[in-house]
């Protein structure tokens, strides 16, 4: 597709279910990131993949939260055991290159918003 | 490590009134400095970015921003706003040999423009 592709948009779940968050970059982007809005709070940035391999997750609020990326390509976000402080909307973005020299822009796709119940 | 501080959480204003979104950072090396966008029911788009050169950058909208090293900050002016300007506005940053390309975000300024 054009643009960077997330499903589910939306996710409601129990407290202790496990999630998967999934992302399609923009074909040929090889840097793919997540960060997670909550309310008030911002953009919290989580995990950063340069191809298939992770070299910042951070931001990564605890074990509960994994992410894969396979390919080159879609990336999967989980999140296991989920809390209700897991609510929020993960963001997935994804840009050419490693550097910001060369003016590379994070492209971002809508969201996918989860509700912990 | 960087950190974004945005003053305003919520900037309601007239239309065709000026506006001031104010952005300070925090760094101890050099940064790339972004405004980002979010429509309603819209991801996030790039606005304007300042990576080197003059200080002052525009986006094709009419909003400018101004790098002040001295002050660390990175404001988000416009003279005259739409009501279609109604969105949220994030400031980023990035430090200049992050070779990640991570940004750092701050916690978002609600713009409203009311008729």
């Known amino acids: 597709g054009a643009g960077v592709s997330q499903s589910p948009s939306n996710k409601v779940t129990e407290k202790g279910k496990d999630v998967e968050l999934r992302c399609d970059p923009i074909?040929?982007?090889?840097?793919l990131y997540w960060y997670r809005q909550s309310l008030g709070q911002g953009l919290e940035f989580l995990i950063y993949?340069?191809?298939?391999?992770?070299?910042?997750k951070s931001g990564l609020p605890s074990d509960r939260f994994s992410a894969e990326r396979t390919g080159g390509s879609v990336s999967t976000l989980t999140i296991q055991r989920t809390q209700q402080e897991d609510s929020a909307v993960y963001l997935c973005?994804?840009?050419?290159?490693?550097?910001?020299?060369?003016?590379?822009?994070?492209?971002f796709g809508e969201g996918s918003r989860l509700t912990v119940l | 490590a960087q950190s974004v501080t945005q003053l305003d959480s919520q900037v309601p204003v007239f239309e065709e009134a000026p506006v001031e979104l104010r952005c300070n950072y925090s760094?101890?090396?050099?940064?790339?400095l972004f405004w980002y966008v979010q429509y309603p029911n819209q991801g996030l788009q790039l606005l304007l970015k300042?990576?080197?050169?003059?200080?002052l950058v525009e986006s094709i909208n009419g909003f400018e921003a101004e790098f002040n090293k001295s002050q660390t900050s990175f404001h988000l002016r416009k003279p005259s706003v739409h009501i279609s300007d109604t969105a949220e506005y994030f400031c980023?940053?990035?430090?200049?040999?992050?070779?990640?390309?991570?940004?750092?975000f701050g916690q978002g300024t609600e713009l409203s423009v009311k008729p």
């Open positions: 993949f340069q191809g298939n391999s992770a070299p910042d």
């Open positions: 760094s101890s090396v050099s940064v790339y």
């Open positions: 973005a994804s840009s050419l290159g490693t550097s910001l020299k060369t003016g590379g822009e994070l492209f």
């Open positions: 074909s040929g982007h090889t840097a």
């Open positions: 980023a940053v990035s430090a200049l040999y992050n070779q990640g390309g991570k940004l750092i």
């Open positions: 300042y990576l080197s050169g003059s200080t």
